[in-house]
């Protein structure tokens, strides 16, 4: 009984999911296929303002210029990386300008906000009357932030649709109306994120080579195997320190997925589940932490982990790519690229060593955990509102500047976010004989595309760049100049990860409606709380473990984290959260 | 022991104006400074090794006081950044009128202000030194700034601080302490307007001061960059120590990428070596052409009330 | 004072202001300049303090924003938070003052007895440079320096024999507060004695010449001619360094966070940030802000009080 109603659900996936890669295939039509739940706000009257033509059509083939100049001003990420060009001056924002702007009367305005400190700019900019036309974040709380304090404005998503029809039906396809809302009302509209309940672009590798001479021939696919495997290692004395990595928790993410009960309870998930506060107090993430200082107490972990927490890329630290680089750890993991500098380094350092992908069995222990269970990313990209200083036509024109850049055509008669995302042909990129576009990373003209291939800037219509198919996308990510190729294996962990997923063993942080405001008090208080109280339950003893939880969960419970989760499971009560996916 | 004995007996002497001989004292505290030198220079030479070494090698943290490796690339890709050097251009161009306006201002208020005879100084010099302990916060003077219009100009880096209540004491002192009042009575005796004493007379008289403060001043400016994450948005308008700590920072954020979830490459360690040396060599440039007014021995203004 | 100033243009009282503004209205003039400054870039910006007491919303402005009187105030003083960043705020600010503020002086005379001029320039010259170096920068230096067991100074101390395991110079708040606070001595002890350096060379040096004389040695001079001689702006400085007690410094505490020092190293500036700007929470940042101005202002005109009280010269 059990395994049928998983099967439905694992097929009612995919053929969601074959829907939405269809319909990404550019079909152009106006959009009729309404099977989702219709966008709740009431229509509004002044539609015959809001649509940019006199004529009826829907879309780019309606727009007209406008008849005065209009300003608009798009955020774009500031990343500070060496060579590349200011983000809000450089040949492609100029370009969008003469592609898009002149064409339709618009300004368009590029405004540089500093990636590690968005809050802090975009409440300066909103409190100076600067704000930008357009707001965009990856975080949902953020945004239901600026929704709450009024610095954006209510839309009407029948007006949205009319000027942006593509983008719309997008948002249809991939279920995405369900976020639109917030205290009842509609203010974003929302990119796509493209296989976001797979996280295949992020990579762990493992020692093979020591595996070998402890006995292994292949990679451990359970804990019992993992655990034996890290105790052989240390007794043969392959490093001489400690040979996991170990992060802090630096942002609030508790991979406590597979501790969960499976299915997870509702309310307890939306009370808990989170990536705003850590939930030192919930049972999965006391497994989590119980299990870490087990075998931080076998030796597995460096005493010193928690100075490490410079994190140089992503959520590893430097010291951790340092200590694998230097052939001092069993593994590594971050996100992939055609060209990744410590895996260079690794061989350099190691020209013996030899590289497989861990397994995501590895955490496997009957009883614990029965079977991996991840955190699928929020299945959006960019979560997009507009300024409530901006006028009707300020509005429309960033509408369209969304559309524009999703299915416009340049002049050339080339996609605009081909284009944006590949150059210029023969200059920045040259068309493989697959017929995929390489860009090349090394050309520094102005013709340069900033970083991640404009990623900032095309972030507004989706969180990653497709290529092709998914085998193609990832032989896009596979490093490069290696002795090792890991296209295929690659591949076959997207598989692994995509099965996990279609058996609904990745979901999502619930998303709430209206704003959780003891969150937007406590949170920061409680990550560093939770560091420490991390820290001292992975270094304690065994025995002690029980005894310091209680006396830390309590401290976390009365600093706030009880008025946090009372106030989530309210909201959750009165159904303003969304609802796990096989309810 | 019977050495240190006689040389205590010199030194009864000769004083330590007289003759030159080493003394055990004289090796003690050269011997202190020359400790504390070193660890002044060695997070230089530590930077300079980096910067000069290969990405693995620093990658490895192996580089520690002399070069890995050995290569220049991080700083040849620095000089061909546009950024990087417009960046350093526009530095030098803020630093110099911040320096040279700080200093009119400066003077402006400290010459009147070294005049005990001034009707209403107090009054003044309340008014003018209360901003030093008292400021408004941030979000207000940021709304201030707004409301002037000069949110996003060079402007905004340069007129909210050119006046400092610390340089102008300092300067003010030293106007007193140091300036004879004598000679400034015979000029006016001879008809002399305050002005013309200023020009012709204190200032002349002045130089050790003015370049201490435009050191202050310039380093100051330099070395800053906390008003132009908040007031400066365009990248053009941002100065080069905003740059670097957005480089250095960028690369030590870590609570960025998960939302994001997509690869985010940070600058090379080597990179960031080369662009903190690039960033601070030419502030240190110009303390060799002031360190003459140093070691001359003229400078008398020390702050006294 | 007075005295003086009759001495130097004696001048009829009677005719009063006028007189006075004929002789000196060019010393007025000048005033102008930096009057003008701190009027517009500072005075005017203190209306905005009254957001303190509002619930200020960055999308409503002050006009749009609620006046919420003390409460703000109250919240901050229940919140056991900005209780703790007080504390060590304090705490810490004043052993910086205790352990901070003799350095460059000491040093400063160190320099002064040094004799060969070229030996003297350079070391000025080379304890500038830490100046230069922003916090970023140091904090990653001393992270690299002082890490417990992949430090470079415990790795040498442990080869050299003196320690059998690492010095958590960064890892344990005591041992922390201590590398905080010398990194802190070592950065600014430099430039600091800028000041001191220039007031010892404008001792008469024929004060020294008659303590040679009378067979003084070297700490004689030092103890009863350099110190007293500089006296006046040691009392100067440390009166203007008094009213940064309550202050706090956001770049050097985030520069050497981790978590095990949180204890100590959760001050002001960390609170303002973490619970001010980057919620937007503008009212109780100002709030804080308002608060440290005025503690830092009482102190400032107290000490300064109580400096003219025993005789010096004061500061305004």
């Given at each position: ?10 097929l ?19 959009p009729?296929?309404?099977t989702?739940?219709a ?20 879309g780019?083939?309606?727009?007209t ?20 060009p ?8 100029k ?7 002149d ?6 305005e ?5 990636r ?6 975009y ?19 953020k ?17 949205f ?24 009302q ?10 976001y309940?797979?996280?295949?672009s992020f ?11 402890v ?6 696919g ?27 928790p630096?942002?609030?993410y ?15 998930w ?35 982990y928690?100075l490490?927490?410079?994190g140089?890329d ?17 593994q590594?993991?971050n996100?992939?690229?055609?060209n ?6 690794f ?17 496997v222990e ?5 079977f ?12 997009v ?6 006028t ?33 042909e ?11 576009p390489?860009?090349?990373g090394?050309?520094?003209?102005t013709?340069?595309?900033?970083h ?29 100049g290696?002795?090792?190729d ?15 997923a ?18 937007a ?15 001292r ?17 309590k ?10 989760i ?7 009560d009165?159904?303003?959260?969304t ?5 | 022991?019977?050495?240190k ?13 007289g003759?030159?001989?080493i ?13 504390l ?10 930077l ?59 003077t ?13 100084r ?8 209360l901003?030093?302990?008292f ?11 707004k ?34 009042d004598?000679?400034e009575?015979s ?15 204190v200032?002349?008289?002045s ?16 070395n ?7 007031y ?30 997509a ?16 960033a601070t060599?030419p ?5 060799p ?10 400078m ?6 | ?51 303190a ?17 003390f ?15 007080l ?23 160190l ?19 830490p ?5 970023v ?27 059998k ?38 001792i ?6 008659a303590a040679d004389?009378d ?20 009392v100067t ?8 007690v ?29 619970k ?11 709030a ?7 503690t830092?202002?009482i ?13 010096e010269?004061?500061?305004?």
């Amino acid at each position: 009984m059990k395994k049928n109603w998983k099967k439905a659900i694992a097929l009612a996936m995919t053929s969601a999911m074959m829907v939405g890669s269809l319909s990404a295939c550019g079909d152009n039509s106006t959009p009729s296929n309404n099977t989702t739940a219709a966008p709740t706000t009431a229509a509004s009257s002044n539609n015959g303002d809001t649509t940019p033509a006199a004529n009826d059509v829907a879309g780019i083939d309606g727009w007209t210029p406008f008849a005065e100049r209009v300003h608009i001003t798009v955020p774009v990420y500031d990343r500070s990386k060496e060579g590349y060009p200011a983000v809000d001056d450089n040949y492609w924002t100029k370009w969008v300008q003469t592609e898009f702007g002149d064409k339709y009367n618009v300004d368009v305005e590029y405004v540089a906000i500093p990636r590690g400190d968005v809050m802090t700019k975009y409440n300066l900019l909103i409190a100076a009357d600067d704000t930008p036309t357009i707001l965009m974040e990856y975080d949902y709380p953020k945004v239901a932030e600026w929704a709450s304090n009024g610095a954006m404005q209510v839309i009407d998503l029948d007006a949205f649709k009319q000027v942006a029809p593509t983008y719309y039906q997008k948002m249809v396809d991939n279920n995405q109306l369900a976020y639109t809302d917030i205290n009842g009302q509609t203010y974003f509209v929302l990119s796509e994120r493209p296989y976001y309940n797979t996280s295949y672009s992020f990579v762990t590798f493992v020692r093979m080579d020591w595996l070998r001479q402890v006995g292994y021939d292949h990679v451990p696919g359970s804990y019992e195997e993992h655990k034996d495997a890290i105790n052989k290692i240390i007794e043969a004395g392959l490093t001489d320190q400690a040979p996991l990595p170990l992060s802090l928790p630096t942002t609030a993410y508790c991979q406590n997925f597979g501790f969960r009960d499976y299915p997870v309870d509702e309310a307890e998930w939306a009370m808990h589940s989170s990536l705003g506060t850590p939930s030192l107090s919930w049972e999965p993430t006391y497994q989590m932490l119980k299990r870490q200082n087990a075998e931080y107490n076998m030796g597995w972990y460096s005493t010193e982990y928690e100075l490490d927490a410079d994190g140089a890329d992503g959520n590893t630290s430097s010291q951790q790519k340092t200590d694998f680089i230097n052939g001092k750890t069993y593994q590594f993991g971050n996100y992939m690229s055609a060209n990744v500098d410590w895996l260079k380094a690794f061989y350099e350092n190691n020209p013996n060593g030899e590289l497989a992908i861990a397994s995501s069995y590895a955490c496997v222990e009957p009883g614990v955990v029965d079977f991996p269970q991840n955190r699928a990313d929020n299945p959006f990209g960019m979560i997009v509102g507009f300024s409530s200083l901006a006028t009707e036509d300020q509005v429309k024109a960033a509408w369209m500047y969304m559309e524009w850049m999703l299915a416009g055509k340049d002049s050339n008669g080339q996609d605009v976010l081909f284009t944006m995302e590949n150059g210029i042909e023969g200059v920045t990129y040259t068309l493989g004989e697959d017929g995929l576009p390489k860009v090349d990373g090394d050309y520094r003209g102005t013709e340069m595309l900033n970083h991640n291939c404009n990623i900032d800037m095309t972030c507004i219509v989706h969180a990653l760049k497709v290529d092709g198919t998914i085998e193609q996308s990832i032989a896009a990510i596979t490093p490069q100049g290696i002795p090792q190729d890991f296209t295929q294996d690659m591949i076959d962990n997207y598989y692994v990860l995509k099965e996990i997923a279609d058996a609904q063993h990745a979901y999502s942080d619930p998303i709430f409606s209206v704003e959780i405001k003891s969150e937007a008090e406590y949170s920061s208080t409680l990550l560093s709380a939770y560091q420490e109280a991390s820290v001292r339950l992975t270094k304690c003893k065994p025995e002690e473990f029980d005894a310091i939880y209680q006396e830390e969960a309590k401290k976390f419970l009365e600093a706030g984290y009880q008025e946090i989760i009372d106030e989530r499971k309210a909201a959750y009560d009165a159904g303003n959260t969304t609802k796990l996916p096989w309810n | 022991m019977a050495k240190k004995n006689i040389s205590e007996e010199d030194s009864r002497f000769e004083g330590i104006h007289g003759v030159h001989k080493i003394k055990i004292g004289d090796i003690l505290i050269m011997a202190v400074l020359v400790l504390l030198c070193l660890t002044c220079v060695m997070p230089f030479v530590h930077l300079l090794a980096k910067s000069l070494s290969s990405n693995t090698a620093v990658l490895s943290k192996s580089v520690y006081f002399w070069p890995k490796g050995f290569n220049i690339s991080a700083y040849r890709s620095l000089f061909l950044d546009g950024q990087m050097t417009h960046a350093m251009i526009y530095s030098v161009e803020l630093t110099i009128i911040f320096t040279v306006l700080g200093m009119i201002v400066c003077t402006c208020a400290a010459y009147p202000l070294s005049k005990k005879r001034l009707k209403g100084r107090g009054v003044i010099s309340i008014l003018l030194m209360l901003t030093m302990y008292f400021s408004a916060g941030l979000i207000p003077s940021y709304l201030l700034m707004k409301q002037l219009n000069l949110l996003n100009t060079m402007w905004v880096l340069i007129l909210p601080l050119i006046f400092s209540p610390y340089n102008m004491l300092i300067m003010k002192s030293f106007f007193q302490s140091s300036i004879p009042d004598s000679l400034e009575e015979s000029a006016f005796l001879d008809g002399a307007t305050n002005f013309k004493i200023l020009f012709r007379i204190v200032l002349p008289l002045s130089k050790p001061i003015i370049a201490t403060l435009s050191l202050f001043y310039a380093v100051g400016r330099w070395n800053s960059y906390a008003d132009a994450k908040y007031y400066i948005t365009r990248k053009a308008l941002q100065p080069i120590q905003y740059l670097l700590s957005n480089m250095v920072k960028s690369a030590a954020d870590s609570a960025t990428s998960l939302s994001e979830a997509a690869q985010v490459t940070s600058t090379p360690e080597v990179y960031q070596a080369a662009a903190v040396m690039f960033a601070t060599i030419p502030i240190m440039c110009i303390y060799p052409f002031l360190q003459k007014y140093f070691v001359k021995g003229v400078m008398v203004g020390a702050v006294k009330g | 004072m007075e005295k003086k100033k009759m001495e130097v243009a004696p001048m009829p009282r009677k005719k009063g202001l006028a007189v006075y503004f004929k002789r000196d209205w060019q010393l007025y003039v000048l005033l102008i300049f930096p009057i003008a400054c701190v009027i517009l870039f500072n005075y005017m910006a203190y209306p905005g303090l009254r957001m303190a007491f509002m619930d200020y919303k960055p999308a409503k402005g002050y006009s749009g924003s609620e006046w919420v009187g003390f409460e703000t105030f109250q919240k901050i003083f229940r919140d056991k938070d900005f209780l703790r960043a007080l504390k060590n705020s304090l705490i810490f600010n004043f052993l910086d003052l205790l352990v901070g503020f003799p350095m460059p002086i000491l040093l400063a005379l160190l320099l002064n007895e040094l004799r060969y001029p070229k030996f003297k320039k350079l070391t000025q010259t080379i304890l500038y440079l830490p100046h230069f170096l922003s916090w970023v920068i140091i904090g990653s230096v001393a992270l690299y320096l002082f890490k417990p067991s992949t430090g470079l100074v415990n790795i040498w101390l442990m080869n050299m024999g003196v320690i059998k395991e690492g010095i958590p110079f960064l890892s344990e708040k005591w041992h922390w507060a201590v590398t905080y606070l010398l990194i802190y001595v070592w950065q600014t002890m430099g430039w600091g004695t800028i000041i001191y350096l220039a007031a010892i060379t404008g001792i008469n040096g024929e004060l020294y010449e008659a303590a040679d004389i009378d067979g003084a040695n070297r700490w004689q001079k030092i103890w009863s001619i350099t110190l007293p001689s500089i006296k006046g702006t040691i009392v100067t400085l440390l009166i203007m360094n008094l009213g940064r007690v309550m202050g706090s410094n956001f770049e050097r505490l985030d520069s050497f966070d981790n978590v095990q020092v949180r204890d100590f190293q959760y001050q002001l500036a960390i609170y303002i940030y973490d619970k001010g700007l980057s919620g937007g929470n503008y009212s109780r940042a100002t709030a804080v802000g308002l608060f440290q101005s005025l503690t830092g202002l009482i102190l400032v005109l107290a000490t300064d009080k109580f400096a003219k009280m025993l005789g010096e010269d004061g500061l305004i």
